[in-house]
């Protein structure tokens, strides 16, 4: 692999990979730059339109039926991909799994309430939702938050 580092005058670095997108290495680099935060905007889908969000103004993802669906304050639109996927992707912009069908953006997560079964429920910030914690996500959750991600 060949590095090549240039100065600039941009307000934010550029990245540019150049050889076979379909490769080992580059698939690689890809998910290392996305760890890193590289992920600034999130194509989804509604009425056959494709918008773009920030990460942070996502509140959760939520699969049914197959479908993964992102829940915002302006709407609900279908995103593409896997759950894991987007959960590994945007671990280090905020989110984390709670549960095997959601994964949340711990900024907008208000506070926790246990239940008496054991799991857990997040309120979240815009005061009406509530998602349920699973007891199997809860120590990551936890660490998550307590770490600050």
């Known amino acids: 692999m060949k590095i090549i580092i240039e100065p600039g005058d941009m307000e934010e670095p550029e990245v540019i990979i150049r050889g076979r997108s379909g490769s080992e290495e580059v698939r690689q680099l890809l998910e290392l730059l996305g760890g890193a935060g590289g992920i600034s905007q999130i194509p989804l889908y509604a009425e056959e339109k ?24 302006s709407g609900v ?6 759950l894991y996927e987007l959960a590994r992707q ?29 799991n857990y429920t997040a309120f979240l910030k ?16 936890r660490k998550y938050i307590m770490e600050g991600r």
């Open 90 to 118: 945007l671990h280090h912009r905020g989110f984390i799994q709670i549960s095997k069908s959601t994964v949340i953006n711990a900024a907008m997560v208000a506070f926790v309430e246990v239940e008496f079964s054991g």
């Open 77 to 82: 639109y279908e995103a593409k991909g896997r």
């Open 126 to 141: 815009d005061g009406k939702t509530k998602l349920l914690i699973s007891r199997n996500y809860m120590k990551d959750f």
């Open 50 to 73: 494709e918008y773009f969000f920030r990460p942070e103004e996502i509140s959760y993802f939520l699969t049914e039926g197959g479908k993964v669906s992102a829940y915002l304050e």
